[in-house]
């Protein structure tokens, strides 16, 4: 099994309901470093080009106005199969179809406002990582 790196983002709503902690703890828990962080509050001109795989999609200009709707908490976590991981601990994208125990379903209100987000495979996860964390930012050990 590979170490990996993958980007996840908690959401405004899930800094708004003070859960930072919470959600922190799960990564430990599960054996996820957090590798880098920082709190943001994304422009739409960031939020555009961190979703711009999205930007045909209907719910694209929903997602944008979300994500800079407040701070949000950004973290590079690392380890054993670290991508996966990080989605299984999420849950399903639409709460209401999480599985209980996961993030979203405990912590989730809505698809817009989900909690979360975590990188979806190698490739996005280098480029996100990159995106909000140039090299120099990241303190693997
Ligand atoms: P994320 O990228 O945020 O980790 O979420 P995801 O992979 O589970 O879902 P994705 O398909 O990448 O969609 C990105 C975000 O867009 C919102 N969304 N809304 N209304 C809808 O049908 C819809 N579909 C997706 C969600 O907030 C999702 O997290
Ligand atoms: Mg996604």
Redesign the pocket.
Known sequence: MAIERTLS?I?PDAVAKNVIGQIYARFEAAGLKVVASKMAHLSQREAEAF?AV?KE???FK??VG?MISGPVMIQALEGENAILKNREL?G??DPKKADPGTIRADFADS??A?A???S?AADTACVEVGFFFPGMNVFSR
Do not use: E, S
């Open positions: 983002i959401k979703y999205h999609r209907p719910f929903d997602l979300f999420m399903a994208t698809i817009d989900n979360v987000h975590g979806d």
